[in-house]
Nanobody, 126 residues
Framework: QVHVVESGGGLVQSGGSLRLSCAAS????????MSWYRQVPEKQRELVAT???????KYVDSVKGRFTVSRDNAGNTVYLQMNSLKPEDTAVYYC????????????????????WGKGTLVTVSS
């Protein structure tokens, strides 16, 4: 089983910074991609940033130049450094991990599961 836990959310003033962390643990053979999404009430969840196993990153246009996604050397923890925060960045931020799990001591290289954390709230005051 794969567990995903986010941390680092909180209340910050407009223009401030926060750093989110997401740790994946459990029976994991390999992680192919880790992503940050965000969601506000009555809106669809939005992809914010992605980092793949080879370090390739992608961002939604609204955060380019302000947010940076990175990961640790072990590859099981992803970070989202958020600078120059705006009130419109207020949302619950979710981490998604695409990974091949180990089940009963074996793994299927052609199977990639999607695993979600419970989210962490970021509130940016004006």
């Amino acid at each position: 089983q794969v567990h995903v836990v986010e941390s680092g959310g909180g209340l910050v003033q407009s223009g401030g910074s926060l750093r989110l962390s997401c740790a994946a643990s459990g029976s994991i053979f390999a992680i192919s991609k880790m992503s940050w999404y965000r969601q506000v009430p009555e809106k669809q969840r939005e992809l914010v940033a992605t980092i793949t196993s080879d370090g390739t990153t992608k961002y939604v246009d609204s955060v380019k130049g302000r947010f940076t996604v990175s990961r640790d050397n072990a590859g099981n923890t992803v970070y989202l450094q958020m600078n120059s925060l705006k009130p419109e960045d207020t949302a619950v931020y979710y981490c998604n991990v695409e990974a091949t799990p180990i089940t009963d001591g074996t793994w299927d290289l052609y199977y990639i599961g999607h695993y979600w954390g419970k989210g962490t709230l970021v509130t940016v005051s004006s």
